[in-house]
């Protein structure tokens, strides 16, 4: 069972925009950096967010990221159908002395 | 760039342990941090743990710890997770992943996955 909460659906239409929330806790949004993965079906994760609101290189700027408090979130604006794939939110926990995933949200583009 | 590729499918009994391989490409091992994830069938992504650059050592999550060994060969640039005592609940996809720079910037580079099945 994870520390990171997250929807485990999101749906829009093409062009929309679709938000994903995270919530955690002090021990680990509260204190330390988020990043975001995006898991295409069947392929391995990719990161999509770094350090809360960064693009790697690549990363088309329709997706954003945003930290409050102990939550963060991913939003994905103008939607497109290569965009259905499982969201992860990510953060090191000093409890827990380890880097934790959230649980994981479905993103279905209607 | 960093190119990671990992050895192939594993059946494994319960109770046997299972090697996983990690191999690098494009930098060498020294220069980066690997880190060790799995997905059972349908379920989310979980870090199983890895290099802690900060003081040189290996972290095991807590879930794995007295399970799981990683362990370096920097003379082939190649990363190994084994774990022992497999169960049913082993039963997942392993994937290696890295960056070059501290953990909190995230993992930018995953190697294809390795799917590792218990069945008696």
């Known amino acids: ?110 | 760039q960093v190119h990671l590729v990992q050895s192939g499918a594993e059946v494994k009994k319960p109770g046997a342990s299972v090697k996983v391989s990690c191999k690098v490409s494009g930098y060498t091992l020294t220069e980066l941090s690997m880190y060790w994830v799995r997905q059972a069938p349908g379920k989310g992504l979980e870090w199983m743990g890895g290099f802690d650059p900060e003081d040189g050592e290996t972290i095991y999550a807590q879930k794995f710890q007295g399970r799981v060994t990683m362990t370096e060969d920097t003379s082939t640039d190649t990363a190994y997770m084994e774990l022992s005592s497999l169960r049913s609940e082993d039963t997942a996809v392993y994937y290696c992943a890295t960056t070059n720079r501290p953990l909190f910037y995230g993992m930018d580079v995953w190697g294809q996955g390795t799917t590792v099945t218990v069945s008696s």
């Open chain 1, 1 to 110: 069972q994870s520390v990171l909460t997250q929807p485990p659906s999101a749906s829009g239409t093409p062009g929309q925009r679709v938000t994903i929330s995270c919530s955690g806790s002090s021990s680990n949004i509260g204190s330390n950096a988020v990043n975001w993965y995006q898991q295409l079906p069947g392929t391995a994760p990719k990161l999509l967010i770094y350090t809360n609101n960064q693009r790697p290189s690549g990363v088309p700027d329709r997706f954003s990221g945003s930290k409050s408090g102990t939550s963060a979130s991913l939003a994905i604006s103008g939607l497109q159908s290569e965009d259905e794939a499982d969201y992860y939110c990510a953060a090191w926990d000093d409890s827990l002395n380890g880097y934790v995933f959230g649980t994981g949200t479905k993103v279905t583009v209607l």
